[in-house]
């Protein structure tokens, strides 16, 4: 089946720093989405970017489909960062989920 | 604004009770999802409804039945819960392929 891995599991930053994150991916059709949840709470969709980059605010989204990776960057972070990230891409039938990850930001 | 409706946000139950949650969605879309958040937030796809097909069913327990009326409702229900059920139901819903969006899901504890 297909498997999302994502990377790091976890990152800690101090509040100003920049923050990136991973997402490879085996399967070609690419329906490549990043989620926020903060603590307790429900999936925001960030990003839903099949392919290219893909700005709001401070983050941005790079997908290249063909190296089957994604990337959200996260420029001059703020301790409202702090949550879990994920990553999701679709194959047969069904979007599969990363394991996330865990990103601390300490004022 | 949420757009993607479950109830009741919060479940505790006993070993052996049935439960029902309930999902709804307003943004028109085609296709539903019932994931499962374990605790260690691991998300795992249970049940994929297509304008109330079932077209994913994964491996999951008999005690778990997916119900869904029209495109916009699709409900979980679980008969004779186990302590290993406890964790948060997460429904959401996608136009075909397209971006999901996710409810704020449900927490159940199995006492």
């Known amino acids: 089946g297909q498997q999302v891995q994502q990377s790091p599991a976890s990152l800690v930053l101090q509040e100003g720093e920049n923050a990136e994150l991973q997402c490879n991916f085996s399967s070609t059709a690419t329906r490549l989405q990043w989620f926020y949840q903060h603590p307790g709470g429900r999936l925001v969709s960030l990003f839903y970017?099949?392919?290219g980059t893909k700005h709001t605010g401070r983050l941005t989204s790079t997908t290249v489909t063909n190296e089957r990776r994604s990337s959200l960057h996260i420029s001059s972070s703020q301790t409202t960062d702090s949550g879990t990230y994920f990553c999701a891409n679709y194959g047969n039938e069904k979007i599969t989920f990363g394991a996330g990850t865990k990103l601390t930001i300490k004022p | 604004e949420t757009a993607v409706f479950q109830t009741p946000n919060y479940h505790v139950t006993q070993v052996g009770n049935e439960v029902s949650f309930n999902c709804k969605q307003t943004l028109g879309h085609d296709t539903m999802y019932w994931y499962k958040q374990d605790s260690k937030k691991l998300l795992k796809i249970m049940f994929s409804?297509?304008?109330?097909?079932?077209?994913v069913n994964e491996t999951v327990p008999r005690r778990f039945s997916p119900q869904s009326s029209d495109k916009a409702h699709l409900n979980l229900r679980i008969k004779s819960v186990e302590p290993e059920d406890s964790a948060v139901y997460l429904c959401?819903?996608?136009?075909?392929?397209?971006?999901?969006?996710f409810g704020k899901g449900t927490r159940l504890t199995v006492v």
């Open positions: 970017n099949p392919s």
């Open positions: 409804y297509n304008n109330k097909q079932l077209i």
């Open positions: 959401a819903s996608s136009y075909g392929r397209g971006e999901v969006f």
